[in-house]
């Protein structure tokens, strides 16, 4: 099977899911070169679009996604990566464990759950 890179910006989206536990951490956009990288690394890479460059995820931070396993859908133009986090158990940035931390209620969106790390601590920012 191959797999089918966006035609306008060579992207497909990655949606990255603990092996633990099923969450769903985050979404992030590999080119071939960080779908590549991924494969040889045994860390999830992935294209940042603000960027413009390659980053693995947890570079920085030290909270790097391990995949256990890749998996393509129907089209081949999106990918899940079932993977076992190591550092701190963070996948977001803003220091929660998953990007998807916000639950809507009748009066809004919330923030549910607690940070694992203060953003400051690890970026020098917020």
Not at 21 to 49: C, H, I, K, P, Q
């Amino acid at each position: 099977m191959e797999l089918n890179f966006d035609k306008d910006n060579g992207l497909l989206p990655a949606i990255v899911q603990s092996a633990a536990d099923g969450a769903v951490l985050m979404v992030g956009y590999m080119n071939r070169e960080a779908y590549e990288r991924t494969l040889a690394s045994g860390y999830v890479t992935f294209w940042s679009r603000s960027r413009r460059q390659l980053w693995m995820k947890g570079e920085t931070s030290g909270n790097r996604l391990r995949w256990l396993s890749l998996h393509a859908d129907c089209d081949g133009d999106a990918l899940l990566a079932r993977v076992e986090m190591e550092g701190a158990q963070a996948a977001c940035h803003t220091g929660y464990r998953s990007c998807f931390y916000r639950e809507w209620t009748p009066q809004g969106f919330r923030e549910a759950g607690e940070r694992v790390f203060q953003p400051e601590d690890v970026y020098g920012r917020q």
